[in-house]
């Protein structure tokens, strides 16, 4: 866990769209968007760069909204 400026932020930001994959997850029987949601609020814990805490959220949540809209 990286305690950061940047490392909170990203926990605080990525957190918070893994639970609304979660619900949303849940609520449209999207078992997808459920594992996207409890990968983004956990996979902070294991990384400690910036960068990667960065990109890796990115890439989680821009997966999250592709298999959202797919399945729309």
Do not use: H, P, Q
Not at 5 to 21: K, N, V
Not at 33 to 49: H, K, N, T
């Amino acid at each position: 866990m990286n305690f950061s400026l940047s490392g909170i932020l990203a926990s605080l930001i990525f957190s918070t769209l893994g639970i609304y994959f979660f619900k949303r997850g849940r609520k449209d029987l999207n078992n997808g968007l459920v594992v996207i949601g409890i990968l983004l609020f956990g996979y902070s814990y294991f990384i400690e760069s910036d960068f990667w805490m960065w990109t890796t959220g990115a890439l989680l949540t821009g997966l999250g909204f592709f298999l959202k809209e797919r399945n729309s």
